[in-house]
């Protein structure tokens, strides 16, 4: 059945067909008259546009004179909308699953149903629509669970000092502090979408975590071979503990060979090839660079003294 929403005289003449049906103009939100036109959406639309003034006088008069109640009623879309609009200024996001607390589980149970419809092609793509303008990840094909730490995290990290730190057994715990260790750890079985978000993340707070730089996408050969060191080197410490190992060693990366060994004794020779925040990527897996500047050498004693 269409799901178009009527012209307005469509939509008053469906109105007043409505009230000479019911007795009423309490026409639920969903509501699709028997030729296809979607009734309840254009009742809500009116209200929304008288309640900031942009209504003609005309309509005013002839949905009044039907006994239509201007606000919009608690069941409905559109007091729903105002609501979680107000949720997502508090949380950040719309990601709110079944564990919600307090007045948000009753949102949250309202956004479960909306998914359910949006997933089943029941959800008008006005309401979609709507909902896409409050939090574009209202309905995100990976966890809620997962675009709900991340819209925590990202705003915890910009706006205020807190940083995420290396975590070598990233997979045993479940802490914010090592969500991040998670993402990086596992980013080849990511969505595209949640990738973006994560660049996007690093590019806003770079010094989220110290190797937030293996979330974007390298500008540069020189990064890209450093990325694909530095990950090499993270898993190899995540495994020992540590970065001591021959110089021949080589680490497998989603196939890929890579000469960690050797690429770490060029690390230590040439430090000043590193950014500091490449520096500091691999001081987090405790490996020491070599001093820039040698300290100078001490003068020679006089043999007489």
């Not at 109105?15 to 296809?36: I, K, Y």
């Not at 008069?61 to 559109?78: C, Q, Y």
């Not at 006005?126 to 675009?147: E, T």
């Not at 060979?257 to 950014?275: E, F, K, N």
């Amino acid at each position: 059945m269409s799901r178009c929403a009527p012209a307005d005289a469509d939509g008053l003449q469906a109105a007043q067909a409505f009230r000479t049906r019911h007795g009423h103009l309490n026409v639920p939100s969903e509501h699709v008259t028997s030729d296809g036109l979607a009734l309840g959406q254009w009742i809500g639309r009116q209200r929304s546009l008288y309640a900031v003034d942009a209504l003609p006088a005309d309509r005013i008069a002839a949905l009044t004179s039907m006994g239509l109640s201007w606000p919009h009623p608690p069941e409905s879309f559109e007091y729903h909308l105002a609501q979680i609009t107000a949720c997502a200024a508090r949380h950040g996001t719309l990601a709110l699953g079944k564990n919600a607390h307090g007045g948000d589980r009753r949102l949250a149970a309202w956004l479960e149903t909306m998914r359910c419809r949006a997933d089943t092609g029941q959800l008008a793509p006005a309401r979609i629509a709507s909902l896409n303008a409050v939090d574009p990840f209202w309905n995100p094909p990976w966890s809620l669970r997962w675009q709900y730490t991340y819209a925590q995290i990202r705003r915890r990290l910009t706006t205020s000092t807190w940083r995420c730190t290396y975590h070598r057994h990233d997979s045993r715990d479940s802490a914010w502090d090592s969500w991040l260790d998670r993402q990086i750890t596992h980013s080849h079985l990511l969505d595209p979408q949640q990738k973006h978000l994560l660049a996007a993340l690093a590019h806003a707070c770079p010094d989220a975590h110290p190797h937030s730089m293996l979330l974007t996408r390298p500008t540069s050969l020189r990064e890209r071979a450093f990325n694909r060191g530095l990950r090499a080197a993270r898993q190899y410490h995540q495994r020992h503990g540590h970065l001591d190992m021959p110089k021949d060693h080589t680490e497998e990366i989603l196939g890929d060979q890579v000469h960690l060994g050797a690429w770490l004794i060029r690390r230590r020779r040439d430090s000043a090839q590193m950014t500091p925040r490449q520096q500091a990527g691999l001081k987090a897996l405790g490996f020491e660079t070599m001093p820039v500047f040698l300290p100078p050498a001490q003068p020679l004693r006089d043999a007489a003294a």
